[in-house]
């Protein structure tokens, strides 16, 4: 769901459509999308202002006798928002310190709460303000569109050693085949997992399993890694590590969480790149289409070999492989390499030829520009679970405008 699309941060523009947005809210007219739009604007503590200043705007419309029956009734404004701020924080605290310290903890959905607690206060709103899962059920039974695009889900196409191509997300749930001394098995949960029995095979079988646009798996490798492929990707893998190394290929762009095994580096190989580790967390993105490789550390160590240039990962860092061959570390933002794992978008400053890429894959659909292309950055996160509609919706609140002829976009100035 959408958290915050800006454009070059124009500060009176962020606030006045923020305001925009918070009527709408009030009113019962949001999509589940610009409901997290708002959610999400109040993330940080550095948005407490904006979020006093609206409210105290909105209290301002309604005299103090509007007030319904409240023991808090007389008490002022920043006494009442502080007192809910209170409230929120005692029966959230165990469970948040728990994730980070008190000091970096969000206000986020606590301060969402909190404006809603102020508003039912008052006379006429309290009928406006519902529960997010029913806003989202009522919206969803309402916003029909003809030509729905729908957001991608688990899909995903096995091709075997022999070239035999088992289609996992019709397959029934069970073992799916036999490869030497392993069971190809689809769980329940939709992952694909190999189940060795007996001794290694004298020959190495390889399997492909890539997803099409608008698809993504989970797979885990016969070692125990665990592989999580996003949409217009493969990975080539034996049904067997054997031998000193365990090497598999990539393309698109895929996460790994590799079962450790010091006997045996883990070797991951994507264009002219090679990945070596033993056991880590690391992500990478090699799509044709982008300007570059990028592989993000989360956790162990990662050895990046670009042609004959050698660097070390260090957790938290990212190796950017251009198509020139140049190799750069930097520290990365662990939350936009993953966002695609954790169901979001998540862009940094991108312009809109790489948002309409990702969107593209997610959703299937080929994209076109008439006119001149907005040049301006964008940032924000956007759920992959909405409709198009309620993402391109988001998008043209910033000037850039779209329009849907079947399963094309065409971006317009």
């Known amino acids: 769901m959408p958290k915050r699309i800006s454009c070059k941060n124009k500060e009176l523009e962020d606030k006045h ?100 607690i102020l508003l039912i206060m008052f006379e006429g709103f309290y009928t406006y303000l519902k529960p997010a899962n029913k806003i989202n059920n009522e919206v969803a039974k309402i916003r029909h569109f003809q030509n729905a695009i729908m957001p991608g889900s688990n899909k995903a196409i096995l091709t075997l050693q022999d070239g035999s191509k088992i289609v996992l997300n019709d397959a029934k749930d069970g073992t799916l085949a036999q490869q030497g001394n392993a069971k190809i098995i689809k769980l329940a949960t939709g992952q694909l997992v190999y189940d060795k029995t007996g001794t290694a095979p004298a020959k190495v079988l390889y399997n492909t399993m890539s997803t099409p646009r608008g698809g993504q798996y989970k797979l885990t490798l016969p070692d125990g890694t665990e592989v999580w492929l996003n949409a217009a990707s493969s990975i080539t893998y034996p049904t067997a590590f054997v031998g000193n190394e365990r090497n598999v290929s990539i393309t698109g762009e895929a996460y790994f969480e590799v079962a450790k095994d010091k006997s045996k580096p883990f070797r991951v190989r994507s264009g002219n790149q090679a990945i070596e580790v033993l056991g880590t967390h690391f992500n990478v993105m090699a799509y044709p289409d982008e300007d570059a490789i990028k592989t993000t550390l989360l956790e162990g160590s990662v050895k990046i070999t670009e042609n004959n240039e050698v660097q070390i990962l260090k957790p938290g860092e990212q190796a950017v492989v251009d198509k020139n061959g140049g190799l750069k570390i930097s520290v990365a933002d662990v939350d936009d390499a993953l966002a695609w794992k954790n169901g979001y ?28 292309v907005p040049h301006d950055e964008f940032v924000g996160k956007i759920g992959r679970g909405e409709n198009i509609e309620d993402v391109l919706h988001i998008l043209e609140l910033d000037r850039v405008h779209f329009k849907i002829e079947d399963k094309k976009i065409i971006v317009l100035p």
Not at 38 to 64: Q, V
Request: glycine share 2%; proline share 3%.
């Open 17 to 116: 459509l923020l305001k925009e947005i918070f009527q709408r809210y009030i009113n019962n007219e949001c999509t589940p999308a610009e409901i997290e739009f708002l959610l999400g604007h109040f993330k940080t503590d550095s948005n407490e202002s904006t979020l006093r200043e609206i409210i105290a705007e909105k209290l301002n419309e309604y005299p103090i006798e509007d007030i319904t029956q409240s023991p808090v009734k007389k008490r002022s404004f920043d006494e009442l928002f502080n007192s809910i701020l209170l409230e929120i924080d005692n029966e959230t605290a165990a469970e948040e310190n728990e994730r980070k310290p008190a000091s970096d903890r969000s206000l986020g959905y606590k301060l969402l709460a909190a404006v809603i």
């Open 345 to 372: 978008f998540k862009f940094s400053r991108v312009n809109i030829k790489y948002i309409m890429r990702q969107l593209a894959r997610w959703y299937d659909v080929d994209v076109v520009y008439e006119g001149n």
